[in-house]
């Protein structure tokens, strides 16, 4: 099964649409998102992320929704935090 979870942008790098990536937080893990699909995305944005690439923009109920759904059914089993990070995307 494919899978989108959804996550926090919390910087954006790069000015060119095509190769613009960003920090996204999922619940306290960061990690380098691509925004080619999701070019108007921008910080404090949620964002789905399929295969390291944001797909849409959500609004923060769905994205914490969703999250905590996959966290229901154990798709997130081995998702770590950072250190002091945590709480919900």
Do not use: W
Not at 50 to 57: E, M, N, P, W, Y
């Amino acid at each position: 099964m494919c899978l989108a979870v959804p996550g926090k942008v919390l910087e954006i790098q790069g000015d060119d649409p095509i190769l613009r990536t960003a920090r996204v937080s999922f619940a306290g893990v960061i990690k380098n998102v691509s925004l080619t699909c999701a070019p108007e995305a921008k910080v404090g944005d949620y964002v789905l992320v399929h295969v390291g690439v944001a797909i849409s923009i959500v609004d923060q109920e769905e994205a914490e929704q969703t999250f905590a759904y996959l966290k229901q059914m154990g798709e997130l089993d081995g998702l770590e935090p950072a250190p002091g990070g945590g709480g919900p995307p």
